[in-house]
């Protein structure tokens, strides 16, 4: 593949440069066809990403929707085949201004104004489009050979919420019709396991824009799942001594002052309520209100360590652009602790925190992850807590109890939270990128902001460390993880309905009924298909729609010998139990918590 560099020379392309060029050139071709179709376009930034590209686009008061994507990329394909070439040219700064306020681009020239006044502005041309960009391209238009729009968006100019609100369209650039093919396969596999639409089917979650983006309601059968997940967890910690407490989801403005994260976090959060003289937030996270439980009474060198957990509810303003489901959004319940130990304990309680998160993968089955060594970017001054002391203590610290524990690890510059280093625990589910489901966070910084003491041997008095960790992150990003791995064919011990009793007709609908009554009071899930529909049709439901794990079929044989004939999602097959046999089973299958 030939490509042209913005001096002007042209050669083979390198193969890491390969895809972002086919990315970038599909931009400028895109923002081509989008001008020939809507003549009063301007045009923003326009870069290739990591997965495809993107333009900012201002369309005036036109609208424009999924639906008119297909037409810009039958006019893409037009430009595809005129096989124009493209042509780079430098211009000056005065040069660069006059060309792009004379073609109407104003985006473009605010862009030229932020850049230095020693930067080199080259623009590149195919046919009747000229764009400011430093390249390379691809040499003539011909050479995209596999491309697809896949979905429009909002976007601030700037990412600024007070400047105006662009339209983003996204894309897709291969090397060929069969990576596309390929690409578009991935595509089908993640809708098909879309914990959105996974959710909306099985009525686990519901989100409606009156109750506002990014706050998810649970419903019955997904709350079943998400009390689950709190027992679970929550039994694990008490089993390691931790405390359990509740906390409100409120707490004054003074409180994040104090802890640093209304310096360092306001953005994220929302904006403050001020009654009868105070300032009041929704709390982004729970670290604030659990040093002031620790501080509530005195402590010894004896009482530490001191775990206090915590099911947490937050609050986070997220960029509506970023919400998904209930993997991201603006109200969250975290399965969040703090321990509060001693120097000496650091590693013994790290040691802990890994032991149990890999403890809960290996319940999971999680097996797909990666460990993060997440640490500040010291140039950063805004974003970090300034103390170059405490950080090279904390980040030797938890690098030495990473190292001594055998655990494998990466590290990543300007990932740590801002008050200290910490382990990421990242996974990588069937379908999308990475993200974070654990972590485990070294704090010298917060403890000594909210002047924290424990009294020592010698009766001195010290400072404790903290260790911030959450071992399902939150539950409903865990639930989320759940559901696009399993396709929500949950394990019985989690599946919301976990028997589903279906009698053949109106004749054994009294036998069913007392099926039900029993199963139910063994405190099993259990539901009564009553419908006057067809027991295929019955079936099909409960497996498909509902994903329930057992299926009991009864009709008049299995009312006259007073056993029941049970279908096994799993295998398909169907079983003749009697009905304590079958109560055993499954009552014995929840309690050992069997993934299959």
Same mark, same amino acid.
């Given at each position: 593949?030939?490509?042209?560099?913005?001096?002007?020379?042209?050669?083979?392309?390198?193969?890491?440069?390969?895809?972002?060029?086919?990315?970038?050139?599909?931009?400028?071709?895109?923002?081509?066809?989008?001008?020939?179709?809507?003549?009063?376009?301007?045009?923003?930034?326009?870069?290739?990403?990591?997965?495809?590209?993107?333009?900012?686009?201002?369309?005036?008061?036109?609208?424009?929707?999924?639906? +008119?994507?297909?037409? #810009?990329? %039958? &006019? $893409?394909?037009?430009?595809?085949?005129?096989? *124009?070439?493209? !042509?780079?040219? /430098?211009?000056?700064?005065?040069?660069?201004?006059?060309?792009?306020?004379?073609?109407?681009?104003?985006?473009?020239?605010?862009?030229?104004?932020?850049?230095?006044?020693?930067?080199?502005?080259?623009?590149?041309?195919?046919?009747?489009?000229?764009?400011?960009?430093?390249?390379?391209?691809?040499?003539?238009?011909?050479?995209?050979?596999?491309?697809?729009?896949?979905?429009?968006?909002?976007?601030?100019?700037?990412?600024?919420?007070?400047?105006?609100?662009?339209?983003?369209?996204?894309?897709?650039?291969?090397?060929?019709?069969?990576?596309?093919?390929?690409?578009?396969?991935?595509?089908?596999?993640?809708?098909?396991? +879309?914990?959105?639409? #996974?959710? %909306? &089917? $099985?009525?686990?979650?519901?989100?409606?824009? *009156?109750?506002? !983006?990014?706050? /998810?309601?649970?419903?019955?059968?997904?709350?079943?799942?998400?009390?689950?997940?709190?027992?679970?967890?929550?039994?694990?910690?008490?089993?390691?001594?931790?405390?359990?407490?509740?906390?409100?989801?409120?707490?004054?403005?003074?409180?994040?002052?104090?802890?640093?994260?209304?310096?360092?976090?306001?953005?994220?959060?929302?904006?403050?309520?001020?009654?009868?003289?105070?300032?009041?937030?929704?709390?982004?996270?729970?670290?604030?209100?659990?040093?002031?439980?620790?501080?509530?009474?005195?402590?010894?060198?004896?009482?530490?360590?001191?775990?206090?957990?915590?099911?947490?509810?937050?609050?986070?303003?997220?960029?509506?652009?970023?919400?998904?489901?209930? &993997?991201?959004?603006?109200?969250?319940?975290?399965?969040?602790?703090?321990?509060?130990?001693?120097?000496?304990?650091?590693?013994?309680?790290?040691?802990?925190?890994?032991?149990?998160?890999?403890?809960?993968?290996?319940?999971?089955?999680?097996?797909?992850?990666?460990?993060?060594?997440?640490?500040?970017?010291?140039?950063?001054?805004?974003?970090?807590?300034?103390?170059?002391?405490?950080?090279?203590?904390?980040?030797?610290?938890?690098?030495?109890?990473?190292?001594?524990?055998?655990?494998?690890?990466?590290?990543?510059?300007?990932?740590?939270?801002?008050?200290?280093?910490?382990?990421?625990?990242?996974?990588?589910?069937?379908?999308?990128?990475?993200?974070?489901?654990?972590?485990?966070?070294?704090?010298?910084?917060?403890?000594?902001?909210?002047?924290?003491?424990?009294?020592?041997?010698?009766?001195?008095?010290?400072?404790?460390?903290?260790?911030?960790?959450?071992?399902?992150?939150?539950?409903?990003?865990?639930?989320?993880?759940?559901?696009?791995?399993?396709?929500?064919?949950?394990?019985?011990?989690?599946?919301?309905?976990?028997?589903?009793?279906?009698?053949?007709?109106?004749?054994?609908?009294?036998?069913?009924?007392?099926?039900?009554?029993?199963?139910?009071?063994?405190?099993?899930?259990?539901?009564?298909?009553?419908?006057?529909?067809?027991?295929?049709?019955?079936?099909?439901?409960?497996?498909?729609?509902?994903?329930?794990?057992?299926?009991?079929?009864?009709?008049?044989?299995?009312?006259?010998?007073?056993?029941?004939?049970?279908?096994?999602?799993?295998?398909?097959?169907?079983?003749?139990?009697?009905?304590?046999?079958?109560?055993?089973?499954?009552?014995?299958?929840?309690?050992?918590?069997?993934?299959?």
């Amino acid at each position: 593949m030939k490509i042209i560099y913005n001096n002007g020379q042209s050669g083979d392309c390198p193969a890491e440069l390969e895809q972002e060029v086919l990315r970038h050139s599909a931009a400028h071709i895109m923002a081509q066809a989008v001008k020939r179709l809507y003549p009063q376009a301007h045009f923003a930034y326009g870069p290739a990403t990591e997965k495809g590209f993107y333009y900012d686009i201002d369309f005036g008061e036109e609208k424009i929707s999924e639906e +008119d994507l297909p037409a #810009i990329e %039958k &006019e $893409m394909q037009k430009i595809v085949k005129e096989n *124009l070439p493209f !042509k780079v040219y /430098p211009l000056s700064r005065e040069e660069a201004v006059k060309l792009m306020e004379e073609r109407g681009e104003l985006y473009k020239v605010e862009h030229i104004g932020d850049l230095p006044e020693d930067s080199v502005l080259t623009f590149y041309q195919q046919g009747e489009y000229i764009d400011m960009c430093v390249g390379p391209h691809l040499t003539y238009t011909k050479a995209l050979k596999a491309f697809k729009l896949t979905a429009i968006s909002g976007a601030y100019w700037k990412n600024d919420q007070k400047n105006k609100m662009l339209t983003r369209i996204n894309g897709v650039a291969f090397r060929t019709q069969e990576e596309l093919a390929a690409y578009e396969e991935r595509v089908k596999e993640a809708k098909a396991r +879309d914990h959105r639409r #996974i959710g %909306k &089917e $099985m009525m686990l979650f519901m989100t409606d824009d *009156l109750v506002g !983006k990014g706050l /998810p309601m649970f419903l019955p059968k997904g709350y079943t799942i998400w009390q689950q997940l709190e027992d679970y967890i929550k039994a694990k910690e008490r089993n390691l001594g931790y405390q359990h407490v509740m906390t409100p989801c409120v707490g004054t403005v003074d409180l994040y002052r104090t802890s640093g994260h209304w310096e360092h976090y306001k953005e994220n959060m929302f904006p403050a309520m001020e009654l009868e003289g105070e300032s009041f937030v929704l709390r982004p996270m729970n670290c604030p209100h659990h040093m002031m439980i620790y501080a509530n009474q005195l402590h010894s060198y004896r009482d530490l360590p001191i775990r206090i957990g915590e099911i947490a509810h937050d609050f986070r303003y997220e960029p509506s652009g970023t919400l998904k489901g209930i &993997e991201r959004g603006r109200h969250f319940c975290q399965n969040d602790a703090h321990l509060f130990v001693t120097p000496e304990q650091i590693k013994d309680e790290v040691s802990s925190v890994v032991d149990l998160i890999f403890d809960v993968y290996k319940d999971f089955g999680i097996t797909d992850y990666r460990c993060v060594l997440s640490l500040r970017d010291p140039d950063d001054k805004v974003k970090y807590h300034q103390d170059d002391a405490m950080w090279e203590k904390a980040e030797s610290a938890l690098r030495e109890v990473l190292t001594e524990l055998g655990i494998n690890f990466t590290e990543e510059i300007g990932e740590a939270a801002f008050y200290g280093p910490k382990l990421d625990v990242n996974v990588q589910p069937a379908v999308g990128a990475e993200y974070t489901l654990s972590t485990c966070q070294l704090d010298f910084c917060l403890p000594a902001r909210f002047d924290l003491k424990y009294t020592d041997k010698d009766g001195s008095e010290k400072t404790p460390v903290v260790l911030h960790r959450a071992i399902l992150g939150s539950l409903d990003r865990f639930m989320a993880y759940l559901i696009e791995e399993t396709k929500g064919v949950f394990p019985v011990w989690l599946a919301p309905v976990q028997v589903k009793v279906l009698p053949v007709s109106e004749k054994s609908l009294d036998y069913a009924t007392e099926v039900f009554r029993a199963i139910r009071k063994a405190g099993i899930r259990v539901e009564l298909d009553e419908r006057n529909e067809k027991i295929g049709y019955k079936i099909r439901s409960a497996r498909q729609e509902d994903k329930v794990p057992y299926m009991l079929i009864l009709g008049e044989k299995e009312t006259a010998e007073g056993n029941i004939s049970v279908r096994d999602r799993a295998t398909d097959q169907t079983t003749v139990y009697s009905l304590d046999a079958f109560i055993s089973k499954v009552t014995e299958e929840i309690a050992n918590r069997v993934r299959g």
